[in-house]
């Protein structure tokens, strides 16, 4: 059974950090793009970052950018996020997903595999 399971979320007040990984079991997928979602309440998920099947290269939504980094380890199976200078509005239930191909992506429909989430919540 194919899995992604993300851990790190919790509480932080703003401009604090959290680092959130994604474990891969059940298979690699060293040759596909990973990609963090979010979802707010209310609100439509939205793309945060992604990572080519390489890892050589990323891609930002502007709302993260020069505070997200995505990185892989390809011997883990794993994906993370390291999120720093958090703002409140960073609030939202955080998945992992891997694409159906190995360059990176911004689509939602191009991710066949989802995570369950991971719940971040940045205070005032």
């Known amino acids: 059974q194919v899995q992604l399971v993300e851990s790190g979320g919790g509480l932080v007040q703003a401009g604090g950090s959290l680092r959130l990984s994604c474990a891969a079991s059940g298979r690699t997928f060293s040759s596909n793009a990973m990609g963090w979602f979010r979802q707010a309440p209310g609100k439509e998920r939205e793309f945060v970052a992604a990572?080519?099947?390489?890892?050589?290269?990323?891609y930002y939504a502007d709302s993260v950018k020069g505070r997200f980094t995505i990185s892989r380890d390809k011997a883990k199976n794993t994906v993370y996020l390291q999120m720093n200078s958090l703002k409140p509005e960073d609030t939202a239930v955080y998945y992992c997903?891997?694409?159906?191909?190995?360059?990176?992506?911004?689509?939602?429909?191009?991710?066949?595999?989802w995570g369950q989430g991971t719940q971040v919540t940045v205070s005032s």
């Open positions: 990572i080519s099947w390489s890892g050589v290269d990323t």
């Open positions: 997903a891997a694409a159906t191909y190995g360059s990176i992506t911004f689509r939602v429909n191009a991710y066949n595999h």
